[in-house]
Every structure is written in structure tokens, then in C-alpha cells.
């Protein structure tokens, strides 16, 4: 028993090395392969970012026309793999679609089985990142009973996105340019952010060598929940409940911090930034110019949703504990404001996340320190005992 540390939520146990991401909580640093997040927000695009996160550097503008075309090259998934959305009823939730569709995807690259090959791992990141957008977009197609839209390689990833979300096969679609650079914002800020419990998911099932489709699949799952990615979607069913109930907003800051009622403040506090959120102090700058230019800021979600970042964060509770609005409080109002339908934040998030999972993926699979992730329990059942026949217990 004594040879394991007993560390629940893995607290304070570092599970590799990695050059990817650096994270500082205290002082609420955050940067990608040495770059402050700040500068690859004001600065980079997606697809850039994309590049750095997976090779170390900042692309060259060759590089940079070279990663995009290979990008825009895999967009198409596989013909049949459209007949797998047909097997999900009417209104799944597009998580669950893509759980599943992402998996799917193992069974049509065989390559990708052979994970010791640093040229099938990169072409597996490549083509992932280049179907996720697709595949995300086709899980809200199906859901709302439209017929898909292929891709669009003229146009940049997010544009692409948000047209094969909102537009239809009959009329032309013109991405709003606001839009899409909102949306290349919450992906640049979403791509990575180091060993959380989607990217410690895709190492763990990735470490016995399964295929990354796979394994990607698994982080999907694990983002999915409330606590992680699903906390954006959350944030805003909890202010349309605050907006319903009529009540006022103290009400709800009150119940946060009552320890008998279950009911905490959606996308305030993190496990790991005990300061402000960097990302949140990018994105809450680009909600309130949004929701001014859109004029959307007199809305009454809007309205609460700035008042419950005010009182939260001059409440004792929330300073003695450093709860601050975090990454999903912002990200969940600028897509409410854009019109993303809730059930998509959470998805738009693992599209984002897809190349940080694909880095990590691809880190582990080259570190000679790396083995199969099987951690250690603590005891606590029953002592040695006798099997008792069936008619005697
Ligand atoms: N509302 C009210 N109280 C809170 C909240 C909250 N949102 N978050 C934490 N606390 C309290 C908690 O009750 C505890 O109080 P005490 O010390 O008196 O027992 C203290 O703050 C520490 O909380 P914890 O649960 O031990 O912290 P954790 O690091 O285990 O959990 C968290 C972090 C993000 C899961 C949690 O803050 C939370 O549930 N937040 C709401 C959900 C959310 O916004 N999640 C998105 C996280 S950011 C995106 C991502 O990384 O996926």
C-alpha cells in the first residue's frame, strides 16, 4: 500500500514531459510551444497555430500554404462514412454522433495502425484536423433533418465550418467575416491546454498502441462531460434558467456557495488557474465588442451574464477561492450570440482541441519514456474471505 501516491484527480502528479504547452495557474500564464497566448490570439490563425502546436515552430509562409492545402486535401471523409449518421436517432446529441463517427473513422485508415511510423502519425493528425470541421458540421445537419454540405477548399477552416453548418445546398452562404474570426479565436484558444482529462484520455488509450482515431475518439467522450467541454453549453442553459426564473442573479451566487445545494456557478473556476484565466481575459474582450457591434448587449441573457461576472467577482467567496470566469464562460456567450445552437458548443470545442490532441498523440508516440499509462490503486474492500455456496448465503 505504502508504494503508491494516493492522489485523486491527479492533483499533483506530473504523467509526462512535454514541449507543447507550458501553463503557470498562479500567475495565469499560458503559451504554446513558447508563445504567449496573447501574441498567437492578436497574431496567428488557427490553421498556424495548428502547425506550431504540431511541429514546434511557426510555419514559414510556405510552409504555411503547403499545411494548408494538405489540410484542405483531407477534408472529404470517406463516402460511406455518411451512412453511420443514419444510425443515430433524430435527436442525438451531436456529441454522441461524433463520438461515434470520429471511431468509425479507425476502421478506414489502416495505416494509422502502424503508430510506430512518424509519416502514418503525421498523416493521421493531418487528416483529422482537416474532418473534423466536417464531421461536427454533418452531426448538426443530421440533427436538424438538412441535407449535408460537402466542403468548401476556397474558403479558410472556420468559414468552411460555419458554412457547412448554416448554409444550405440551394442558396449561396456568406460567412459573416465577424463570425469567423470570433470562431478562429475560441479555436486558437481552445487547441491545447496540456494534460486535461480529454488529452490525458487520448495518452492513456493511445499508450497501448491503440489506432489514434480511436483514441481521439475516447478524448471526444471524456470532453463531452459538464466539468470539461461541456461546461460552455452549460453556461448558457444556467442563464436562460436564471432569465426564466425571474429571480434575481444574488439569488444564484447565493446557492453557489451554499455546501447543501449541488448547484455551482458554470464556467467560473478552473483546477489549474488560480489567477485569472488568460484566455478568459482575450475572449471576455472580444464578447463585450461582439455583443456592442451586434448589438445584443441589452438581451436579457447578456445582461445577467455581465452581471453575474460583477457581483461574482467582487463576492468573498469566489476571491477567497480565487473562482474566476474562466475560458467557457465567454466562448459559451459569443457562439450563443453568433446563433451556434447550445448542443454544438461542446462539439466546436473538440474541434478545436482536435490538433492538441493529435500533438500529444504524436509527443507520446516519440518519447522513449513513454509506456502503457496504468496507474495504481489504493485497497479498500473486503479482506481475504471464503467463497460461500449459493444456498448458504
Ligand atoms: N461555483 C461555486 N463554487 C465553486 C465553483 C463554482 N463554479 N467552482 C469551485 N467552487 C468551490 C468548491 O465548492 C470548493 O469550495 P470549498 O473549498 O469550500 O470546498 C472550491 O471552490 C474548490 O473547488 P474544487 O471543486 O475543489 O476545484 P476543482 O479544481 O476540483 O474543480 C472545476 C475545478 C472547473 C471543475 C470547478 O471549478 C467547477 O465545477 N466549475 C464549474 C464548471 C466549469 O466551469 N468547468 C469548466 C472548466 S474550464 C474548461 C476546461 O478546462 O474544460
Known amino acids: 500500500l505504502g508504494y503508491f501516491t494516493y492522489d485523486p484527480g491527479f492533483m499533483s502528479t506530473a504523467s509526462c514531459r512535454s514541449d507543447i504547452t507550458f501553463i503557470d495557474g498562479e500567475k495565469g500564464i499560458l503559451m504554446y510551444r513558447g508563445y504567449p497566448i496573447e501574441q498567437l490570439a492578436e497574431h496567428s490563425t488557427y490553421l498556424e497555430t495548428c502547425y506550431l502546436l504540431l511541429y514546434g515552430e511557426l510555419p514559414t509562409a510556405t510552409e504555411l500554404e503547403t499545411f494548408t492545402r494538405i489540410i484542405q486535401k483531407h477534408s472529404m471523409p470517406h463516402q460511406a462514412i455518411r451512412r453511420f449518421y443514419d444510425g443515430f436517432r433524430h435527436d442525438a446529441h451531436p456529441m454522441a454522433i461524433m463520438v461515434g463517427v470520429f471511431g468509425a473513422l479507425s476502421a ?9 511510423n512518424p509519416h502514418h502519425r503525421e498523416i493521421a493528425a493531418h487528416r483529422m484536423i482537416s474532418k473534423m470541421p466536417t464531421i461536427a458540421a454533418w452531426s448538426y445537419k443530421y440533427a436538424i433533418g438538412q441535407p449535408f454540405l460537402y466542403p468548401d477548399n476556397e474558403l ?9 453548418m448554416f448554409g444550405v445546398p440551394t442558396e449561396r452562404y456568406e460567412p459573416n467575416p465577424i ?33 489514434p482515431f480511436a483514441a481521439v475518439s475516447a478524448g471526444i467522450a471524456s470532453l463531452w462531460g459538464p ?68 448589438g445584443a448587449e441589452n438581451q436579457p441573457m447578456f ?23 474562466n475560458v467557457d464562460f465567454y466562448s459559451g ?39 502503457i499509462g496504468r496507474p495504481r490503486q489504493l485497497y479498500t474492500g473486503a479482506a481475504p474471505r471464503d467463497y460461500v455456496p449459493i444456498e448458504k448465503r
Request: proline share 3%; aromatic share 10%.
Open 179 to 211: 463570425f469567423a474570426k470570433a470562431l478562429d479565436l475560441i479555436l486558437i484558444l481552445h487547441a491545447d491546454h496540456e494534460q486535461n482529462a480529454s488529452t490525458s484520455t487520448v495518452r492513456l488509450s493511445g499508450s497501448s498502441e491503440a489506432n
Open 333 to 371: 456567450l459569443i457562439l450563443r450570440a453568433m446563433g451556434i445552437p447550445l448542443n454544438m458548443f461542446t462539439a466546436i470545442f473538440a474541434l478545436a482541441r482536435i490538433v492538441g490532441w493529435n500533438a500529444h498523440w504524436c509527443e507520446m508516440m516519440q518519447d522513449p519514456e513513454s509506456r
Open 303 to 325: 445582461e445577467v451574464a455581465m452581471e453575474l461576472e460583477r457581483i461574482a467577482m467582487e463576492d468573498d467567496y469566489f476571491k477567497e477561492r480565487k473562482l474566476y470566469p
Open 227 to 294: 466539468l470539461h467541454g461541456g461546461a460552455n453549453e452549460k453556461v448558457v442553459r444556467m442563464l436562460e434558467d436564471i432569465v426564466e426564473s425571474g429571480q434575481k442573479v444574488e439569488h444564484f451566487v447565493d446557492r453557489a456557495k451554499d455546501k447543501d445545494d449541488p448547484f455551482r456557478l458554470m464556467g467560473f473556476g478552473h483546477r489549474v488557474y488560480k489567477n485569472y484565466d488568460p484566455r478568459a481575459k482575450i475572449i471576455r474582450k472580444m464578447c463585450h465588442e461582439l455583443l456592442r457591434q451586434m
Open 156 to 164: 479558410g477552416y472556420s468559414e468552411n465550418f460555419l458554412r457547412m
Open 108 to 116: 478506414f485508415f489502416h495505416d494509422s495502425t502502424d503508430v510506430h
